[in-house]
């Protein structure tokens, strides 16, 4: 059974994108456009890892890990922040626990699920 991938992200062409490349290394992938959708769509959906943009409205990234690590049940899920500004040190803060810089290379993504996910 394929592992579960939740990408949040407020740029529906980024977050489109980051779905078909994830999708293609075998993962099945929902989508939520901020914090606050992802957090409506955790119960339902039990993701193995998330990847979340830092900047969105509604709830940002810093926020949705917070929010995430208070869950007793999503207190170990891997969260793999993405971001264009230079906040790494608030992400893993936050309770992120890897980062990846803006524009990011699919074989950095593809190492960091493995890590994360094995494999």
Do not use: F
Not at 56 to 84: F, H
Request: glycine residues 8%.
């Amino acid at each position: 059974m394929a592992k579960k991938i939740l990408i949040v992200d407020d740029d529906e062409q980024i977050r489109n994108l980051c779905k078909i490349l994830v999708t293609s290394l075998g993962y099945e992938v929902r989508t939520a456009e901020n914090g606050k959708d992802a957090l409506e769509k955790l119960a339902g959906y039990n993701p193995d890892l998330i990847i979340t943009d830092t900047n969105m409205p509604e709830m940002d990234g810093i926020s949705l890990c917070q929010k995430v690590r208070e869950y007793q049940e999503y207190r170990n899920t891997p969260i793999i922040a993405v971001s264009g500004l230079d906040n790494r040190d608030a992400m893993l803060g936050a309770g992120a626990n890897d980062y990846l810089s803006k524009p990011y290379k699919l074989d950095d993504l593809e190492e960091m699920l493995k890590q994360h996910l094995g494999g």
